[in-house]
C-alpha cells in the first residue's frame, strides 16, 4: 500500500544499527582521554556520556505519521515549503552541517499534510549523511510515495567541517537540488519551482 491510498506509519530508519549507549559512553571517554583532554575535572566528569547521548540524539530520526488527504477540488499548482532549518551530520568527519531546505510536489491525487515535509526533511537528515544524498532521498521518498505530478528540493546548507576547520570558509554555501516529474521534464515548471522557491532569501 503507497501513501497514495492511506497514511503510513514510517518506523526508525530501517539500516539503522542497534544502538549501545553504554558502549558509546565507553567510546566516547576513550576517544576524549585519547585526545588528551582531562576529564577529571567535577564539569567534565559526565562529559563522556552526554557526548554519547548527544550524537545518539542526532542519529536518530523521530517516527512520523504521513498523513495525506485528498485532492478534492484538483488544486494543480505548486506546493511549496520553504526554509525548512534542518541539521545533519557530515559523515566524513561526524561534525554538523546546517540549513535551510526548500520543499515543493505538484500535486496528483492527494495532498500531504505541511508539517509532514518538515518532518521528513528532519527523517533523513538524521545521521551521517552526504548533503547530495540527504537532498535525493526526500525528493525521491515524495515521489515513490505520495505520486504527485513533480517534486523539487534544494538544500542549502553551511558545512562544519569546512567553516570551523580544513578549508576554513566561513559561510561558505552548499547548494543541491534534485528534481522529479513535471519539474524535471518541463522547463516552466521547473523555473517556477526555483522562482517561488527564491533560495537564500
Ligand atoms: N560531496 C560532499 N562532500 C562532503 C560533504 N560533507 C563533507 N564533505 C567533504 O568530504 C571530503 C573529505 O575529504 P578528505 O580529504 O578525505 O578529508 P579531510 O582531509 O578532512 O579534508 P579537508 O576537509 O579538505 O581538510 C571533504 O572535501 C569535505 O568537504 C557532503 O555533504 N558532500
Ligand atoms: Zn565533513
Not at 180 to 196: K, N, S, Y
Request: proline share 6%; with cysteine.
Amino acid at each position: 500500500m503507497t501513501i497514495a491510498e492511506a497514511p503510513i506509519r514510517m518506523v526508525v530508519r530501517p539500516d539503522g544499527p542497534t544502538r549501545d549507549l553504554e558502549a558509546a559512553e565507553k567510546a566516547a571517554r576513550a576517544l576524549l582521554s585519547a585526545l588528551g583532554v582531562a576529564l577529571d575535572r567535577e564539569g567534565m566528569a559526565e562529559s563522556p556520556g552526554r557526548m554519547a547521548r548527544a550524537l545518539a540524539e542526532m542519529c536518530t530520526p523521530r517516527p512520523f505519521d504521513a498523513t495525506t488527504f485528498p485532492n478534492d477540488r484538483d488544486y494543480e499548482q505548486l506546493v511549496i515549503e520553504r526554509r525548512i532549518p534542518f541539521e545533519s551530520l557530515c559523515e566524513h568527519h561526524m561534525l554538523p552541517f546546517t540549513g535551510m531546505a526548500y520543499v515543493a510536489y505538484l500535486p496528483g491525487k492527494r495532498i500531504l499534510g505541511l508539517s509532514k515535509l518538515a518532518r521528513l526533511v528532519e527523517w533523513f537528515a538524521h545521521g551521517p549523511q552526504v548533503q547530495e544524498r540527504l537532498t535525493q532521498q526526500i525528493a525521491d521518498w515524495l515521489q515513490e510515495n505520495l505520486r504527485p505530478k513533480g517534486v523539487g528540493v534544494v538544500l542549502e546548507a553551511e558545512h562544519l567541517c569546512m567553516s570551523l576547520r580544513g578549508a576554513r570558509v566561513d559561510g561558505a554555501a552548499t547548494l543541491t537540488s534534485a528534481v522529479h516529474g513535471l519539474l524535471r521534464d518541463d522547463a516552466r515548471a521547473r523555473q517556477e519551482f526555483f522562482q517561488l522557491a527564491r533560495v537564500g532569501r
